[in-house]
Nanobody, 123 residues
Framework: EVQLQASGGGSVEAGGSLRLSCAASGISFDDYAIGWFRQAPGKEREAVACIGGDVPSTYYSDSVKGRFTVSRDNAKKMLYLQMNSLEPADTAVYYC????????????????WGQGTLVTVSS
């Protein structure tokens, strides 16, 4: 059974930082593209940052480029998202995903989803 356990969410003021972590199990972690998606209230789910199995290829949404950094530790089966200069618009539930056969921002390409962790940024 594939499991993804995300942690690190919380409440922060605008301009602050958070680091999300995701622990994976039950999957050949380094074979797949992995990443983070988010969903804000009343909005569609969107890709935030993804990283290919062949590091260092990455994808970032335009809204987070230069502020967020995605990374992976294949030995530990861990995925990270360092979020700096947070804005109220970053408020959302963040999901870690894996099982992607290629690096893509399409949610349908990722087979496995974690339970989500809430990030709240106040102005």
């Amino acid at each position: 059974e594939v499991q993804l356990q995300a942690s690190g969410g919380g409440s922060v003021e605008a301009g602050g930082s958070l680091r999300l972590s995701c622990a994976a199990s039950g999957i050949s972690f380094d074979d797949y593209a992995i990443g983070w998606f988010r969903q804000a209230p009343g909005k569609e789910r969107e890709a935030v940052a993804c990283i290919g199995g062949d590091v260092p290829s990455t994808y970032y949404s335009d809204s987070v480029k230069g502020r967020f950094t995605v990374s992976r530790d294949n030995a530990k089966k861990m995925l990270y998202l360092q979020m700096n200069s947070l804005e109220p618009a970053d408020t959302a539930v963040y999901y870690c995903v894996t099982g992607g056969s290629r690096l893509t921002s399409a949610s349908t390409a990722y087979r496995y989803w974690g339970q989500g962790t809430l990030v709240t940024v106040s102005s």
